[in-house]
């Protein structure tokens, strides 16, 4: 494994950090090994709610679809040096690896995380394919000017304190006509603000994040950096079986809390099912991927 090269990171990147390192091996890998996002599900791959999901293949054909989708408008070959900005526990970048041949660099801030991703890439042999850095991606990205050829970024940004530093970061590292590529958790457009602090803030809240960015408040993020987008878009409906999976979920901590199940982690478990159910229920929350492009020089 690389060495990680650590930087200072602001407070609300230690609570992400934190939130990450403290649950990444209970809650969140009872959802995926490899991959911790939402996936785009086929008709008859959703889990039923007496499946585990961590050993579902529906789920997981699902979770490499959505890589799969993110990816495909940055034509990514094996003469490309890829970064996956919020990398996780290194699923997109061992299969970026795999599938395209690239270089890839993971940065993250999660130690946890990072150190999963490090013997997941040694198991399967690309270590030379393969790094990790850690760095507050929120802040700074450690790659030299212009010498990246795409971004990733994979429901990670929600998380980030200052987006439009993020995008800046991007655009700084990118070649010219070099892409980000993304999905991210967001509100829909057209709330009320009295709807986001009712709804999406605690919502946020409840998942160690500072605020939600909509599709317009996002086109103007990437605009005001110098992108131009090449796609902005849903999923069809495809991504919508992750609420099912997200309601079952619920379902099943409700019964185990009536069974006399407590504790703080799992009460805060609980809570974080709960809200996002709501939201996505109530149509406040969308998730949405996009490519953008940094302009080449004339």
Request: some cysteine; aromatic content about 10%; glycine content about 10%.
């Amino acid at each position: 494994m690389a060495k990680v090269h650590e930087s200072s990171v602001s407070e609300h990147e230690r609570v992400v950090s934190d939130h990450y390192d403290r649950w990444t091996q209970g809650f969140y890998l009872n959802w995926n090994a490899d991959h911790l996002h939402l996936g785009l599900f086929e008709p008859g791959e959703c889990p039923g709610p007496d499946e585990r999901l961590r050993d579902s293949p529906g789920l997981a054909r699902a979770l490499e679809r959505m890589v799969k989708v993110v990816i495909a408008p940055a034509g990514i070959n094996e003469w490309h040096h890829v970064v996956d900005a919020g990398c996780g526990v290194g699923g997109a970048a061992i299969y970026l690896a795999k599938t395209r041949g690239c270089a890839v660099t993971g940065v993250n801030l999660s130690r946890v995380q990072l150190e999963m991703a490090g013997k997941k890439v040694l198991d399967a042999g690309l270590d030379d394919q393969v790094r990790f850095e850690y760095a507050d991606c929120s802040r700074s990205l450690p790659f030299s000017d212009e010498s990246i050829d795409v971004v990733v970024n994979i429901e990670s940004a929600c998380h980030y304190i200052d987006r439009a530093r993020f995008l800046c970061e991007v655009h700084r590292i990118l070649k010219p006509g070099g892409k980000i590529v993304a999905v991210d958790w967001m509100a829909s457009d057209g709330l009320t603000e009295q709807q986001y602090e009712d709804h999406i803030q605690p919502f946020c809240e409840a998942w160690a994040m500072h605020s939600l960015e909509c599709q317009s408040s996002y086109t103007s993020l990437l605009g005001g950096t110098g992108f131009e987008i090449a796609e902005f878009e849903g999923f069809g409906g495809k991504e919508m079986d992750n609420l099912q999976i997200i309601e079952n979920n619920l379902q099943l901590l409700k019964l185990l809390h009536a069974f006399g199940v407590t504790g703080r982690a799992f009460i805060n478990s609980m809570e974080r099912v709960s809200r996002l159910g709501e939201v996505w229920r109530m149509g406040y929350f969308d998730v949405r991927r996009y490519c953008a492009v940094k302009s080449r020089r004339i």
